[in-house]
Each structure stands twice: as structure tokens, then as C-alpha cells.
DNA sequence: ACGATAACAGTAATCTTTACTGAATTATGG
DNA sequence: CCATAATTCAGTAAAGATTACTGTTATCGT
């Protein structure tokens, strides 16, 4: 009865399929244009919740990556992440980096440090031409 | 006329101040707060236009962290920061670690990496005695 | 001190995310 | 295959963070 209450909707399907679909990493409202084209009727809160709970279990990553709206990666597996500085785009960095080192770190008023990671800055090529163009910013 | 105008303000003096005064890595919203028991009639949208400017400027510097809200720091000079995982608090990385390299990457779709931080992730102190005490999360 | 105008306070609007509600769907045991 | 229980859903509302707008105030070069 109260075992691994994990029920594969076709709504959390759905959601997963496409993410790991793109190549882009959406925020949950991109994701969400992307995936009522199939649902038309799933609605804005539910793929908040899909993806928190799918990214809780480990089935997509959860962007830590900085700017003002969160993003998810269907790919989990570990490779780092460049950042528009204009638009908040995110590209894959395939290069292999090692991790940074978290031995001997340590930091006032913080008791553990449990991870770390590279963010890298970029231009998107949409936001290089468009500045090339002429329209700054 | 239409030269470099830039007025300093009683506002703009006191934010920058009380950012600069400031250890923790205060939101708008905290440095709204503080800022507010000498300038009770400032309102928010200052503080926040202010940070801006004062960003641009090069004056702090606008912390670009995982979190859902933006952070400002005082001190512009070169250091890392971790980031609570819990509640998203952010603490000063002394230790002086090289900047990621930068040359070399390439990303499909971007056409320039500009910069690169080491972005660490940690439990601070508050937190960590908050789920000793058995509160979970 | 004066005048042009950048910056202000206050408010409203926007955007992102989370919370709440009754209804529908799902896994499972009979 | 059908009934049952409860998770998940759609829709909506609310909360939080940030930006935009408007008329007023205060700064700075002259």
C-alpha cells in the first residue's frame, strides 16, 4: 500500500520525453508552450510540479545556474554550462572539466561544503547578430 | 550638456554605504530593510534602481548565483562565494582559487565566453543546526 | 541662487513560482 | 474486469520579486 507511490501519468510522460527531446534547456513556461501542443489542456502548475518532482528523483537536473527563472536539463549526465549574459540561454559544455576541488575549502559562518560547480559567461549567437546589427543591447 | 550625469544622491550614498558596511550578500529586499532605518521614506524601487545603476557602474557587483533572487555584494574584489543549498545565503570563498580557464571552450550556439566563476554549494550554519534539531529541511 | 533634468516616492503592473480546491486518473486487490 | 483509495490533475488564486510609470523633488553646473 504505502510503497513507492510513483504513478507515470501520460501529463509527467510527456513532460519528460520533451525535455529530454530538446537540446535547449527550457524554463518550466517554455516547457510548458512546448508540451501543450500535445496537451492542450495541462495547465501551467502542473508542469511546475512534474518537473520538481521529477528532478527530486533524480530524472532531469534542475539548473543551478544564475538569472532570473529557473531551468531543467534532460540530460543528466555531468557536463557543465555556458550562460547568455544577455538573454539567459544556456549551452552545453562538452569538454570534460574536472571538478572543482571542495577539500579544504572553508567559509565562515558555513558548516559544509557539499558541491561545486563551473558557470561559465558567453554570448548566444542570437544576441551576438542582433548586437552586430546595430541595436545595442 | 549632455555629459557623464551622475548624481550622487543621499540614496545612492546610503545604499552603497550600508552594501559596503554589510558582510552577508543582502538581497533588494534585505538592503531595503537596512537601509530604511536611515532613509525611512526611501522606497523599494529605488533600492533596486539603485543597484542597478550602481552595478553598471562597476561600483558592487551583482551576484550572478543560482537562487530565485538576486543578491548584491559590496566588495569587488576577485572572490568566490558558496551558496546555502537551503536557503540560498551566500558566504565569502577566501581561499584564492584560479579562475576557470577560458580558452579552449567552445559551445555550439555561442559565439564567445567571456568569463567563468567557480560557483560552490554548501549548508550553512543556521541551516545545519536547524535539521540537527530534528526539523527535516 | 537658478534652471534643466536626473533621480525620487509611491503605486501599479508584470513575471515567476507556489499553494489551494474539487475532479479525474491511476495502480492494485478482489 | 470492476471497485477502491488516494495521488495527480486542471484551473485558479495568491505570494514573492522585479520592473515600469507618473508627478514631484533635489542635485549640480553655471
Redesign the interface.
Same mark, same amino acid.
Given at each position: 500500500m504505502a510503497q513507492a507511490q510513483t504513478r507515470m501519468t501520460r501529463q509527467r510522460a510527456v513532460i519528460l520525453e520533451e525535455l529530454r527531446k530538446t537540446k535547449s534547456h527550457p524554463t518550466a513556461d517554455e516547457l510548458y508552450s512546448i508540451v501543450r501542443e500535445r496537451l492542450p489542456h495541462i495547465s501551467l502548475g502542473t508542469v511546475y510540479r512534474n518537473l520538481d518532482f521529477l528532478a527530486d528523483s533524480g530524472e532531469i537536473r534542475r539548473?543551478?545556474?544564475? &538569472?532570473?527563472t529557473?531551468r531543467f536539463d534532460g540530460d543528466i549526465s555531468w557536463h557543465q554550462h555556458?550562460?547568455?549574459?544577455h538573454c539567459g540561454?544556456i &549551452?552545453?559544455?562538452?569538454?570534460p572539466?574536472a571538478a572543482?576541488p571542495?577539500d579544504?575549502?572553508?567559509?565562515? &559562518?558555513?558548516?559544509?561544503?557539499? &558541491?561545486?560547480?563551473?558557470?561559465?559567461?558567453?554570448?548566444?549567437?542570437a544576441c551576438?547578430s542582433r548586437r552586430e546589427a546595430g541595436q545595442q543591447n
Amino acid at each position: 500500500m504505502a510503497q513507492a507511490q510513483t504513478r507515470m501519468t501520460r501529463q509527467r510522460a510527456v513532460i519528460l520525453e520533451e525535455l529530454r527531446k530538446t537540446k535547449s534547456h527550457p524554463t518550466a513556461d517554455e516547457l510548458y508552450s512546448i508540451v501543450r501542443e500535445r496537451l492542450p489542456h495541462i495547465s501551467l502548475g502542473t508542469v511546475y510540479r512534474n518537473l520538481d518532482f521529477l528532478a527530486d528523483s533524480g530524472e532531469i537536473r534542475r539548473l543551478e545556474a544564475a &538569472g532570473s527563472t529557473k531551468r531543467f536539463d534532460g540530460d543528466i549526465s555531468w557536463h557543465q554550462h555556458v550562460r547568455c549574459v544577455h538573454c539567459g540561454r544556456i &549551452g552545453d559544455v562538452m569538454q570534460p572539466l574536472a571538478a572543482p576541488p571542495v577539500d579544504g575549502i572553508q567559509v565562515c &559562518g558555513f558548516s559544509a561544503i557539499v &558541491g561545486a560547480r563551473i558557470e561559465f559567461d558567453g554570448v548566444c549567437e542570437a544576441c551576438a547578430s542582433r548586437r552586430e546589427a546595430g541595436q545595442q543591447n
